[in-house]
Structure formats: C-alpha cells, structure tokens
C-alpha cells in the first residue's frame, strides 16, 4: 500500500513535473556536450581546455539528470504497485516530511545511515 499519508496525486504530478523540468533541462544543454570542436590555429590551448572542461562538466551534469529520470521512473513504477513510501532496504514505511522533501528517496532515515 502507498503511503497513506501521502495525497498520491499530488505526488505523482510532482514526479511528472520533475520529469519534464529533467528533459527540458537535457534538451537544452545538449550542444554544451557535443564534441569540443576548435581549430587550434586560431584558439589557443587555455581556449580549448575552458571549452573542453566546459564540455566535461555538461557530460556529468547530464549523467545527474539521467540518473534522476531513473528514479522517478521507479517512483512511478513503486506507485503504479502499491509500494511507494517504503523503505527498499527494511521495509518500514519512510517518513512522509522525508519524501515530501524529496520524492525519490529510496531508504528511511535509519537505513540511509
């Protein structure tokens, strides 16, 4: 069962939300992580390391991201079955401030330890 102090559909248009925030966010910083393409006559080697730890930096922050898309994808998924608000370590219910303050967590406050 679904934590019962939880309004469900609130929690999931908040996932939703998340989700579209998550893709918009992808969508938009896509170019910062193609290939770092300069030509070295004209750009000097300071230029392109910026640019290349500017590209690193969007590859990991798109890592982020699709590691949260995940999450809400078994958030959804742990609805969907009746078990959102337990804790996948124990089993015990996880508190509802601790998932209204973030919706993904996975572990009540004593397993996460």
Do not use: E, N, P, T
């Given at each position: 069962m679904n934590h019962p102090e939880l309004n469900m559909?609130?929690?999931v248009r908040r996932?939703?939300?998340l989700r579209a925030d998550l893709l918009e966010?992808?969508?938009a910083s896509r170019e910062s992580r193609d290939t770092v393409m300069l030509d070295q006559t004209s750009v000097g080697r300071l230029s392109r390391m910026d640019a290349?730890?500017?590209q690193a930096m969007a590859k990991a922050e798109e890592q982020r991201r699709q590691l949260a898309l995940r999450r809400i994808t078994g958030a959804l998924s742990r609805i969907?079955?009746?078990e959102y608000g337990e804790c996948i370590e124990c089993g015990e219910?996880?508190?509802a401030r601790r998932l209204e303050g973030d919706p993904l967590v996975l572990k009540c406050i004593d397993c996460a330890d």
């Open positions: 559909d609130a929690v996932l939703h939300a966010q992808s969508d290349m730890q500017g969907d079955k009746g219910r996880i508190g």
